[in-house]
């Protein structure tokens, strides 16, 4: 009881000071677009990839770099893929819930003044820390006074999302949905958080499906402590979801739609969705004319962009990062990293990757005005989870100093509220 009283007094101070400094950032943008003046040479910070952690980045330095100053945003996509609605875009097929998987990036963020930022859809394709010059792609060389790496773990997206187009993605969820929806059988490997969202979804929009779930370990949702695995258990029970722990899968056989388990049993399903990634989010599927769908886990690439410092490269391919989110080399202090390629020690998650945006941006500004940067301190929103549990219901998982709370919150809303998320990015997202 003392252990709840004491986590919801830190969940509720968090959200409050998070609230307030909101509120804050918000006047501070309307003084700065009234006071900000376009430069004709300005001094640029760019930020390349612009996802959870980057755009907010940009969003953020756009609203408040002082006068002379401009970010400049690379990215590969021509859309935000807003991969948190992937894994139900590609079960429910009753709304067009995939619509709102890909969101138009706006000219400029609202509250940035003009001058004060520039979106380049181009491939950062290397870097000299020497000269201080990005190479894109199509051959421009862009100079920069503060760089900040926001470009994620590759292979995060399923494996038929190879395109960067929108359209091949829209088509890709629509075969996906239409495939789960004609299978009798489903077989989910992975008991991440992913995992058992995919389960549940199927078992929520299907009646009389068979949904089996396979993990390799004796705990679903390993990254989190054990009652969130009992009330995983407790839904995935309720649901009729077959939950099978401690089994690795040996093989698939993508003709026939039977998956071997390490111990030599055989299953047979006319779906199989494998989560079994490497990281609590991975999702690869792959379709084969069978019904069978396979999702292994990403790895991050052996380097992040060419010409970066070997010094600042972490044996798994990550960027290593000091508390002020700076690249952790004294040859390197106005490189910042952010969001899944940092290595900052906390789940990689899109809600503590954009508050790492917020703080390497704060930082940038704060060293250009020669004020002490701030430290970024991971806190409970870095350590708790929001996860759905059936379409309507989602399960809040909040932990902290040892100690863990949670609670169930119904919901009418099937996009995980995908409409707050095109609203930040300035659009009007279409209906579903
Ligand atoms: C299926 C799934 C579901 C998830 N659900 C949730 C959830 O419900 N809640 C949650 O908090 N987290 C969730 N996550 C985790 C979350 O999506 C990630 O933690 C988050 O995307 C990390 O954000 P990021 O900005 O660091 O990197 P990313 O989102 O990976 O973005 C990196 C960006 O950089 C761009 N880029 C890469 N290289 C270059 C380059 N050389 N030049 C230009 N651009 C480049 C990429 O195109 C991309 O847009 C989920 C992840 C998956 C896979």
Not at 31 to 54: E, L, M, N, R
Not at 282 to 301: F, Y
Request: hydrophobic share 40%.
């Amino acid at each position: 009881m003392l252990s709840k009283i004491l986590l919801t007094i830190n969940l509720t101070r968090t959200i409050f000071s998070l609230l307030t400094q909101r509120l804050l950032d918000r006047l501070q943008n309307l003084i700065h677009f009234h006071t900000y003046t376009p430069h004709a040479t300005p001094k640029d910070i760019i930020v390349i990839g612009a996802s959870y952690a980057g755009y907010t980045c940009a969003e953020h330095l756009s609203q408040t770099l002082p006068p002379g100053w401009r970010v400049v945003l690379t990215e590969i996509n021509e859309f935000f893929n807003h991969t948190w609605l992937f894994p139900r875009a590609s079960v429910m097929s009753r709304k067009a819930i995939e619509q709102l998987t890909y969101i138009p990036y706006p000219i400029r963020p609202r509250y940035a003044p003009d001058g004060s930022y520039l979106f380049r859809r181009r491939k950062a394709s290397r870097v000299d820390t020497e000269l201080q010059h990005i190479h894109l792609e199509d051959g421009a060389v862009l100079a920069y006074e503060y760089l900040v790496l926001a470009t994620g773990l590759p292979g995060r997206y399923p494996a038929g999302i190879n395109s960067l187009q929108r359209d091949q993605g829209l088509e890709y969820f629509a075969r996906l949905q239409t495939q789960i929806k004609e299978a009798r059988s489903v077989i989910v490997i992975g008991g991440g958080p992913v995992g058992i969202e995919v389960a549940l979804d199927v078992v929520s929009e299907y009646v009389g499906k068979e949904i089996t779930l396979i993990h390799s370990r004796g705990h679903l949702a390993h990254g989190y402590g054990v009652r969130l695995h009992v009330a995983c258990m407790r839904a995935l029970s309720e649901g009729g979801v077959k939950v099978i722990l401690n089994e690795r899968v040996k093989s698939v056989d993508a003709t026939c739609g039977h998956v071997k388990l390490s111990t030599g049993e055989d299953l047979a399903a006319e779906a199989v969705v494998s989560l079994s990634g490497r990281g609590s989010w991975d999702l690869l599927i792959m379709i084969t004319d069978n019904m069978q769908i396979m999702c292994t886990g990403s790895a991050p690439a052996s380097n992040p962009l060419p010409g970066l410092p070997s010094e600042i490269i972490t044996p798994t391919g990550m960027i290593s990062v000091n508390s002020y989110l700076q690249a952790d080399d004294a040859s390197t202090p106005n490189i910042f990293a952010v969001g899944d390629i940092a290595d900052t020690g906390v789940k990689k998650m899109g809600r503590a990757a954009g508050l790492q945006g917020l703080v390497a941006a704060r930082n940038i500004v704060r060293r250009i005005t020669g004020r002490n940067m701030m430290l970024y301190k991971p806190g409970i929103i870095e350590q708790s989870i929001d996860m759905t549990v059936g379409l309507h219901k989602h399960l809040i998982h909040v932990e902290g100093g040892g100690r863990c709370m949670q609670f169930l919150r119904r919901t009418k809303d099937e996009t995980l509220r995908a409409a707050d998320m095109w609203r930040m990015l300035g659009a009007e997202p279409p209906c579903v």
